[in-house]
């Protein structure tokens, strides 16, 4: 199993996580990494409004791993998605793409990111990115981005 280690504080918004650089013949463990990641980000979702948690964990292209959890607000239009939450938290590290993501939700079947959610993610990944939906115990289902956001819009820069 990849090694992890884990930083919290109440006042952080999420905490981090380092799982070791992914290697072909361990891919089971990476990927429960990220789905435990994800899973104990759940546990600090704010939602007195929808009581709907909802956990996420990115993995980065150095095979960090920052979490996020959903954030409600009495204004419900600026509520903040756990997945964009473990986005935000992976760019505030340094990351410059994602190369996978777990989300957590409390049903069955699991929950999928929202529309907003889908295109933050297409900014940092490719159709081809992996994409593990699961509910708080049980078995994860891996999916693609490209799965739920066929086609996504994506700028192309000048170089």
């Not at 935000?88 to 999928?112: H, L, Q, S, Y």
Request: hydrophobic fraction near 40%.
């Amino acid at each position: 199993m990849p090694k992890v280690t884990k930083t919290t504080k109440k006042t952080e918004m999420a905490s981090r996580a380092t799982v070791s650089r992914p290697r072909k013949s361990s891919s089971l463990a990476w990927e429960a990494a990220l789905i435990a990641a994800a899973r104990a980000a759940r546990n600090n979702a704010h939602a007195p409004y929808s009581r709907f948690h909802v956990g996420a964990a990115v993995v980065d292209e150095r095979g960090r791993v920052h979490v996020g959890c959903n954030v409600e607000n009495a204004s419900y239009g600026l509520t903040i998605c756990a997945e964009r939450n473990a986005v935000a938290a992976a760019i505030a590290a340094g990351a410059k793409e994602v190369r996978g993501v777990a989300v957590i939700t409390g049903v069955r079947p699991p929950g999928t990111p929202c529309g907003a959610c889908r295109q933050v993610l297409a900014e940092f990944g490719d159709d081809e990115l992996p994409i593990w939906l699961a509910a708080p115990t049980g078995r994860a289902t891996k999916k693609r981005l490209g799965d739920f956001l066929p086609e996504a819009f994506r700028f192309k820069r000048r170089a």
